[in-house]
């Protein structure tokens, strides 16, 4: 599915609940922390990523899509296409580099 058709799915799922009045960028920021805690807390107590069940998969790709169904109304409020600054993005990450401690 194409960027501009979920986006507009996701604009009248919303339009037609009446939310659009609740969905300011401070609100769906915090949305969005909750979320990811949602995605954290499938992982909590576990050692590694081996220890995730069928079922604890499948709840973290359901988690996964309310991260990024938040992004996306985020996007939306700004007028960018996420795929757009995604891309941005790792150009500025092409000219950086990381050291880490061994």
Known sequence: MEYKDIIQELIE??????????HTLI???RALGIEASEV????LWKKDDNSLSSK????????????????YYMCDKLQVN???????????????SWKFDK
């Open 82 to 96: 996420p795929n757009d600054i995604i891309q941005e993005k790792i150009n500025i990450n092409k000219g950086r």
């Open 40 to 43: 954290e807390k499938i992982f």
């Open 13 to 22: 799922f919303r339009n037609d609940r009446g939310w659009n009045q609740y």
């Open 56 to 71: 604890e998969k499948d709840n973290l790709k359901l988690e996964l899509a309310d991260v990024l169904i938040y992004c």
């Open 27 to 29: 609100s769906l920021s």
